[in-house]
């Protein structure tokens, strides 16, 4: 599909890029959207080994009129591309790659385990339940009706209560010990006494009936849930029932967010040529729901010394920044990371928005994520590279894939893929407008995001979605795009 005709939902960068291949760029806080090198089949490197002068060079032409010109030597062209699917792959192998020396498990109070994954098989410490109770408030009994029932009643946490006789019942809470040689429980509303206070049932029994045997949950010693379990609430309980008092957990990888940016405000109006950080106040809670601990996020402008000294010292496991990751004369990123002898795994990625995102390994436990300065662009590149970093650090299983018919067309970029916001109405996925680069005000309003090919997507094709964390609270019904 490469209809251009209604281009109102792309951003002036993305239609620019789909009537005309001309190049794009600029500054991080307001950064355009180079064109990749090279057509949609095009096969792209992962990463560019260690960052050097060399890795900032186009690959070799293939000869003819698809050998690229030479870029002018005041702006260097950049390495082609890394297709969409293979840069998330790169993220995903390069948290792998981490030692496991430096990701050791940690033993917390189960109070500290709730969004972690667990480091060790569920193991029950004792039988569930560890004896016999009931299931309900009634009567424990003995033998046929109707029974004589003692004065004093069984209470859930008392001591084993003394047996029981044929003939004979007892008042007993739900979660008491049953006494020995009960036949059963009846239910306060299944029974009745009479003057004398005998007690009648009212509906037959069945022997055994509302008693929950010891073990009849799990044995000592059975596994309840297997390593790499997410923690939740409902786990928090299984694991207190069966006699836990902490868990072992894989730790949250710790996350540091570098602002950067000299025309960034962090409160008030626009004014003077200075615009708002809304990135500052996105990725934090964002990164926290990918499985991340967020230590800091510092604002550093466009100082490079500022820049390399925060990336030097930096105790995260991985390190967010926002914009800079182009060639202008304020972009610090790739130098910073030339300077610190950085691998470069990814440098820039067939996606748009966002296509100038990348990823380096600055350590042997630590990557950066270099993130475009446009909002949804940014977003992109959260979504493309630091989810499955993060997931895989944080011993977060990958989610099933899932697709969805699409509502309305959706136009496609030539050669990149595209990430749409859209909402989940019924069986289908309704794209939303205002999702140019540095737009919020669909993805705000959005449930996913949808992988449009190169090229679009016609009404009722299948596109894969990528699910936001918090798209089951989002109400149904509302859509304000």
Not at 451 to 478: F, I, K, N
Request: proline content about 10%.
């Amino acid at each position: 599909m490469t209809a251009y005709s209604d281009l109102d939902d792309l951003g002036a960068e993305e239609a620019l890029a789909l009537v005309n291949e001309g190049n794009g760029g600029g500054k991080g806080g307001n950064q355009g959207e180079r064109p990749t090198s090279g057509g949609a089949g095009a096969p792209a490197p992962a990463g560019n080994g260690v960052y050097d002068v060399e890795a900032d060079q186009p690959a070799p032409g293939t000869g003819g009129d698809l050998t690229p010109e030479p870029a002018p030597a005041s702006a260097p062209a950049r390495p082609r591309a890394t297709p969409w699917p293979q840069a998330r792959a790169v993220a995903e192998r390069a948290a792998r790659q981490v030692p496991r020396t430096a990701w050791a498990p940690v033993s917390v109070p189960l109070d500290a385990a709730l969004g972690l994954v667990l480091a060790a098989p569920l193991a029950a410490l004792t039988d569930l339940p560890s004896f016999d109770t009931s299931a309900m408030d009634g009567w424990a009994v003995a033998g046929p009706g109707p029974w004589d029932v003692r004065e004093a009643g069984v209470l859930a946490g008392h001591a084993q209560p003394e047996p029981l006789t044929d003939g004979e019942a007892v008042r007993i809470a739900t979660g008491a010990r049953i006494p020995y040689d009960t036949t059963a429980v009846l239910r306060s509303e299944h029974g009745r006494t009479d003057d004398k206070g005998r007690l009648y049932a009212t509906r037959e029994m069945s022997h055994g009936q509302d008693i929950r045997p010891r073990g009849q949950e799990c044995r000592l010693g059975d596994q309840l849930l297997p390593t790499g379990t997410f923690v939740t609430p409902a786990v928090l309980g299984l694991a207190a029932g069966a006699g836990y008092d902490t868990l072992a957990v894989i730790p949250r990888p710790r996350a540091e967010v570098l602002v950067l940016g000299d025309e960034l405000l962090s409160e008030g109006l626009p004014h003077d040529g200075l615009i708002r950080d809304a990135l500052g106040p996105m990725l934090p809670p964002w990164l926290r729901s990918l499985g991340a601990d967020v230590i800091a996020v510092r604002r550093l402008g466009d100082d490079a010394e500022a820049l390399y000294q925060a990336l030097k010292n930096s105790p995260a496991e991985i390190v967010v920044t926002t914009g800079g990751t182009a060639a202008g004369p304020v972009d610090h990123v790739h130098p910073t990371l030339r300077r610190l002898g950085a691998e470069l795994l990814v440098n820039g990625v067939q996606v748009r928005p966002g296509h100038p995102m990348l990823l380096a390994r600055t350590k042997d436990n630590q990557h950066l994520v270099g993130l475009p300065g446009n909002p949804l662009a940014a977003v992109s590149g959260l979504l493309t590279l630091a989810e499955p970093l993060l997931r895989t650090l944080a011993g977060r299983a990958a989610p099933e894939p899932y697709t969805l018919p699409l509502k309305d067309e959706v136009h496609g970029h030539p050669h990149d893929t595209r990430l749409v916001p859209v909402v989940l109405r019924g069986d289908r996925a309704v794209p939303l407008h205002y999702n140019g680069p540095a737009m919020l005000r669909g993805i705000a309003a959005a449930e996913a995001l949808a992988v449009v090919p190169p090229g679009g997507a016609r009404a009722g094709q299948e596109l894969e979605l990528l699910e936001l964390p918090w798209s089951a609270a989002t109400e149904a019904g509302v859509c304000f795009t």
